[in-house]
């Protein structure tokens, strides 16, 4: 069975302060994907990044930076000088990587306030 | 370029009820999979249809079905509600060999 642990339930910092979300998943699967995805108010899931289970390498974009660790089974997503506008909820999801396989497994998401 | 589309926004139903949500998938996006929200919680998967078959199912009970159209749009059925489900409804649509996945702003479901 695959499970996403998002064990922050709600993170406060203040505006330009850096902040790290964290992710930690379980499956049996050898291929797998992982993703972030951003809920803002208006409900609809924004994707942020895919990263499957054979590129451990970090990724950075812009004020997103994403640390995959397969030894700790982790993904954790870090936004540097965080703005009001990255407010949301952040969810991490897991799938595996077989074609025709396309359920998405969420955690239970990480509530981010950025206080100006 | 519209994105995915759902209706309605809001829906209030009382329990025993039947619901049917729908779908409007991104413009050349042929897959479409629903999701269940609850409050507090991190979407549930429902189910997924492809070339108007469902192609996989989540743990929800047969009170859930859906159905595909020709034009790749969708509906979900929900019968005989329970208070239970309320939630908010998410659509998404994709490729059937792109994992990116993009998602309607749903609708939300209260059974009273």
């Known amino acids: 069975a695959q499970k996403v642990t998002q064990a922050q339930t709600e993170i406060s910092v203040v505006e330009k302060e850096d902040v790290t979300l964290d992710c930690v998943y379980e499956t049996r699967d050898t291929t797998y994907y992982l993703f972030w995805y951003k809920q803002p108010p208006s409900g609809e899931l924004v994707f942020l990044i895919r990263?499957?289970?054979?590129?451990?390498q970090n990724e950075i974009s812009g004020r997103y930076s994403w640390n995959f660790q397969k030894s700790t089974s982790s993904f954790n997503f870090t936004i540097t000088a965080s703005q009001v506008v990255d407010s949301a909820v952040y969810f991490c999801a897991l799938r595996n990587g077989l074609t025709g396989n396309e359920k998405l497994t969420f955690g239970t998401g990480t509530r981010l306030t950025i206080i100006p | 370029d519209a994105g995915v589309t759902q209706s309605p926004t809001h829906l209030i139903k009382t329990r025993g009820q039947q619901v049917t949500l729908r779908c409007s998938p991104k413009s050349g996006h042929d897959t479409v999979s629903w999701y269940q929200q609850a409050l507090g919680q991190g979407p549930q998967f429902i189910f997924q249809?492809?070339?108007?078959?469902?192609?996989q199912r989540g743990n929800f009970p047969d009170r859930f079905s859906g159905h595909q159209f020709p034009n790749y749009s969708s509906e979900l059925n929900v019968n005989a509600l329970l208070l239970g489900d309320s939630a908010l409804y998410l659509c998404?649509?994709?490729?059937?060999?792109?994992?990116?996945?993009?998602f309607g702003s749903g609708t939300q479901l209260s059974v009273l």
């Open positions: 998404a649509s994709s490729l059937p060999t792109n994992e990116k996945l993009f």
């Open positions: 249809y492809y070339e108007e078959e469902e192609r």
């Open positions: 990263r499957n289970s054979f590129d451990e």
